[in-house]
């Protein structure tokens, strides 16, 4: 099993963008598909995206699409979620997630994912 560690949120204003990063240990990181949700203030947790394990399938929630982008670097074991045009509402907790079965990324608003990160806080303010 994996570990994850995110970095990258901060502070941004509406239009902004930001980087985030989730460095996984362990030498299986290619066999895990890897995905981000988020939990803004007060509000269920929520789908953002997700990557394959090649990195050629990736899939957004329809209020990210066009303007975040999910990739991923197998050879440093790590995942990136670029985050651009950010609004107000994409204020939240994103946490990074690692499972075998992709379809986990992607029902049950990730209540079978095997392993998270801790998260890390992103707030667009103006």
């Known amino acids: 099993q994996v570990e994850l560690v995110e970095s990258g949120g901060g502070l941004a204003q509406p239009g902004g963008s930001l980087r985030l990063s989730c460095v996984a240990s362990?030498?299986?990181?290619?066999?895990?598909?890897m995905g981000w949700f988020r939990q803004p203030p007060g509000k269920e947790r929520e789908f953002v995206a997700l990557?394959?394990?090649?990195?050629?399938?990736?899939e957004y929630a329809d209020s990210v699409k066009g303007r975040f982008y999910v990739s991923r670097n197998n050879a440093k074991n790590t995942v990136y979620l670029q985050m651009n045009k950010l609004k107000l509402n994409d204020t939240a907790v994103y946490y990074c997630?690692?499972?075998?079965?992709?379809?986990?990324?992607?029902?049950?608003?990730?209540?079978?994912?095997?392993?998270w990160g801790q998260g890390t806080q992103v707030t667009v303010s103006s």
């Open positions: 997630v690692a499972d075998r079965d992709l379809s986990r990324l992607t029902k049950n608003k990730g209540a079978d994912i095997d392993t």
């Open positions: 362990g030498r299986t990181f290619s066999t895990y598909h």
């Open positions: 990557v394959g394990t090649s990195g050629t399938l990736t």
